[in-house]
């Protein structure tokens, strides 16, 4: 019983020690996801998709972050600029404590848009 404690007791620290690395893996997907959304519609000169779904879908998926608002103001920068939001820069917006531990590194340099597609 004792052996069993102590397994617990590892396990536990274990997901307390990666915890961060954790929300990064399972918040990338939904944060590349919502940055391909933005790019096929700025491609196909369309309106840029709903933030506030991507906030919720985040939500949904158990993430209660204090740092929405900075994500929304990169956003709305990207939308007044006129550029595509970086996956790294709005996960660096999410989870800024992943910045300062060198988990993610924003580049300096915004992604390239994709060729529109002829008209036909």
């Not at 998709?49 to 939500?59: H, T």
């Not at 900075?70 to 989870?95: F, N």
Request: glycine residues 4%; aromatic residues 8%.
């Amino acid at each position: 019983m004792n052996q069993l404690s102590y397994i617990r007791s590892r396990i536990n620290a274990l997901r307390r020690r990666f915890a961060l690395e954790v929300s990064l893996v399972r918040l990338r997907p939904m944060v590349d996801d919502h940055c391909l959304q933005w790019t096929i519609a700025r491609a196909e000169r369309k309106p840029a998709p709903d933030d506030f779904a991507f906030f919720r879908k985040v939500a949904a998926a158990g993430f209660r972050l204090p740092t929405f608002t900075s994500a929304h103001s990169y956003l709305q920068r990207c939308l007044a600029e006129k550029t595509v939001p970086g996956i790294e820069h709005l996960l660096g917006a999410l989870l800024p404590w992943a910045v300062a531990r060198g988990l993610v590194v924003p580049s300096a340099d915004p992604p390239p848009l994709p060729a529109p597609e002829p008209a036909r």
